[in-house]
């Protein structure tokens, strides 16, 4: 019984980190207007990023909410120092971008920084996981797999099964 309880508090202090995240998220995106919003403006708004890529489009910056969210987002800032896009990485169009062969740093910056790294020194390779939500509220895992030269060998989604109550 007290197991039970502990397990229930667990979550719901998780789903309640998660809704305040999501919340700031909504809050902060919608302070932000592409083609007027500097690149001041978006990191006064989200901090620091968690990398930074450059782009035929410009400085893009990495905003992860993995592991305990299910999106990370991309802010392009482009050459004039406004923000030319924000999105939403983790969605079904970018997970079939995924492809054998595809190296590690093009997965990276596509989908930004996985929730979980799990290596399996037997085979040589290494899944990465990306917690997200398939529409309309679907908890999902995208997870890729890496072989010891840093390539995609293969990838799937599935459904997220640490959300499911034990």
Same mark, same amino acid.
């Given at each position: 019984?007290?197991?039970?309880?502990t397990?229930?508090?667990?979550v719901?202090?998780?789903?309640?980190?998660?809704?305040?995240?999501?919340?700031?998220?909504v809050?902060r995106?919608s302070?932000?207007?592409e083609?007027?919003?500097?690149e001041?403006?978006?990191r006064?708004?989200?901090?620091q #990023? *968690? =990398?930074i890529?450059?782009?035929?489009? &410009?400085?893009?910056? +990495?905003?992860? @909410?993995?592991?305990? /969210?299910?999106?990370?987002?991309?802010?392009?800032?482009?050459?004039?120092?406004?923000?030319?896009?924000?999105?939403?990485?983790?969605t #079904? *169009? =970018?997970f079939?971008k995924v492809?054998? &062969?595809?190296?590690? +740093?093009?997965l @990276?910056?596509l989908l /930004?920084?996985?929730?979980?790294r799990?290596?399996?020194?037997?085979k040589?390779?290494?899944?990465?996981?990306?917690?997200?939500?398939q #529409?309309? =509220?679907?908890?999902?895992?995208?997870?890729a797999?890496l072989?010891?030269?840093q @390539?995609v060998?293969?990838?799937?989604?599935?459904?997220d099964?640490?959300?499911?109550a034990?």
């Amino acid at each position: 019984m007290a197991r039970s309880r502990t397990r229930l508090r667990l979550v719901a202090a998780l789903l309640s980190t998660v809704f305040w995240l999501a919340a700031c998220d909504v809050k902060r995106i919608s302070e932000l207007e592409e083609g007027v919003s500097t690149e001041a403006d978006v990191r006064a708004r989200f901090g620091q #990023p *968690e =990398n930074i890529w450059d782009s035929p489009q &410009g400085r893009v910056f +990495e905003y992860n @909410r993995q592991p305990q /969210g299910q999106k990370n987002y991309m802010i392009t800032i482009g050459a004039d120092g406004k923000m030319s896009a924000l999105r939403q990485v983790l969605t #079904p *169009e =970018n997970f079939d971008k995924v492809r054998p &062969g595809m190296p590690m +740093e093009d997965l @990276r910056k596509l989908l /930004g920084k996985p929730a979980k790294r799990t290596p399996y020194p037997l085979k040589n390779q290494t899944d990465w996981e990306w917690r997200w939500v398939q #529409p309309p =509220n679907s908890p999902m895992v995208f997870t890729a797999t890496l072989s010891d030269d840093q @390539r995609v060998v293969s990838a799937a989604s599935s459904p997220d099964r640490s959300t499911e109550a034990n």
